[in-house]
């Protein structure tokens, strides 16, 4: 069968990738991609956005897809999955409805309330001056999210009540992240230590993938602004055994049956980026309707099942009939941003020393990149996503950063620390 990627980042190159070594596949096309699905092995672009929906039903129509993917959460909010659906044609991902998890941080709050799911108090707020009176009323530090889609970026963790005060007033009055910012959540600040955790779902079944941590500060240490993510690593130490089950019995299973409830059910990655406090105990602070962008790369890197076969399974809702077996190494992946990322970017650099990471036993994911002639250039912040396998989260780290010395392009920026935490905890 022909299947259709949809995207343009590092986790649409990695899904096409990973989709392309299926001994189901004839062809992976990728709409629009980048450069690095432009040179892939057996993957083609084409030339449509993300969310042109009624271009990507016709081509998917024309092509006989016989899967469609989905990798942003702009075309999952939008509704492909309905239009899909509605002229049979196979889509993995959910549908507009219950794409809400992720594309209104509110509607997520409260279903998260509603079905006793863990998660930190709130409020959410469309005028400013009732905002700002629950801000004076929390401690410090506090959280202001935009309640729509946002890249990743809508986050804003205040130290004093200023800043709290300033971000209400930038999303709410200042279009600080356009119609994203309308709504926004004011929540108390939770300790501990992030963890990514993702499942592939079906309508009644799930399997749980490959546990993660994504790293989202600009800077070493953590610091500086939130970024759509500056590396990644699988496994995450801290989703030993028993916290992998108290995910599955507090989280994941809460959330299925819930959707199902409310009348959404899910299918498609469910993606719950956890805080876990030092005792043990966990919170949920988003969900995502897809899979994370970095945390596909490390991941898939690890995936030895067919991912095509597992998305097959969970639309035809065989998914309980598969066993999903991972390579045991870990992996770590080193997002390579533009100059002055997270915010506007020089595009057009030559990026040098690709080649030179093909025989180091990692790979270069692309993400804002694109082909002018034969030579690749930045287009994009987050540019390249260099991932390897290692022995052990250590070794993994050691080759991924080896692999990223050898590129180069003008103002090239990455985090020198990811993994550290996780590698702390061995």
Known sequence: MDILIIGSGGRE?????????????????????????????????????????????????????????????QPLSMGIV??????????FGPTQAAAQLESSKSFSKAFMQRHGIPTAAYQSFEQLEPALAFINTL?????????????????????????ACDAARDMLEGNAFGDAGHRIIVEEFLSGEEASFICLCGENQYVPLASSQDHKAALDGDLGENTGGMGAVSPSPLV?????????EQVIEPTLAGMKQDGHP???????GLMISPDGNLNV???????????????????????????????????????????????????????GYPKSCPKGDPITGLEAVAGEGGHVFHAGTKLVGDQVVTAG??????????????????????????????GVQYRSDIGD?????L
Not at 48 to 64: H, I, K, P, V, W
Not at 391 to 410: E, M, S, T, V, W
């Open 285 to 339: 602070l988003e969900f995502n309707v897809r899979f994370g962008d970095p945390e596909t790369q490390p991941v898939l890197m690890r995936l030895d099942s067919d991912l095509v076969s597992l998305c097959h399974a969970s639309l035809e809702g065989t998914l309980d009939q598969r066993e999903v077996e991972w390579n045991p190494q870990a992996a770590v992946g080193v997002v390579m941003a533009a100059k």
């Open 13 to 73: 190159h990695a899904l096409a990738w990973k989709a392309a070594q299926s001994k189901r596949v004839h062809n992976v096309f990728v709409a629009p991609g980048n450069a690095g699905t432009a040179q892939a092995y057996g993957v083609m672009n084409i030339d449509l956005s993300a969310t042109d929906l009624d271009g990507l039903l016709q081509f998917a129509r024309e092509r006989d897809i016989g899967l469609t993917i989905v990798g942003p959460e």
């Open 421 to 425: 935490k996780a590698i702390g905890h």
């Open 266 to 272: 899910f299918t498609g990655f469910l993606y719950a």
């Open 381 to 410: 912040g987050r540019v390249l996503c260099v991932t390897a396998l290692g022995d052990d989260l250590p070794d993994a780290k050691a080759r991924a950063y080896y692999a990223a010395d050898q590129i180069h392009f003008n």
């Open 240 to 248: 030993d055994e028993a916290m992998h089950q108290k995910i599955l």
């Open 139 to 163: 401690s410090l530090p506090m959280v202001i999210k935009a309640d729509g889609l946002a890249a990743g970026k809508g986050v804003i963790i205040a130290q004093t009540q200023d800043e």
């Open 82 to 91: 309905d239009a899909f659906r509605a002229a049979d044609l196979p889509c």
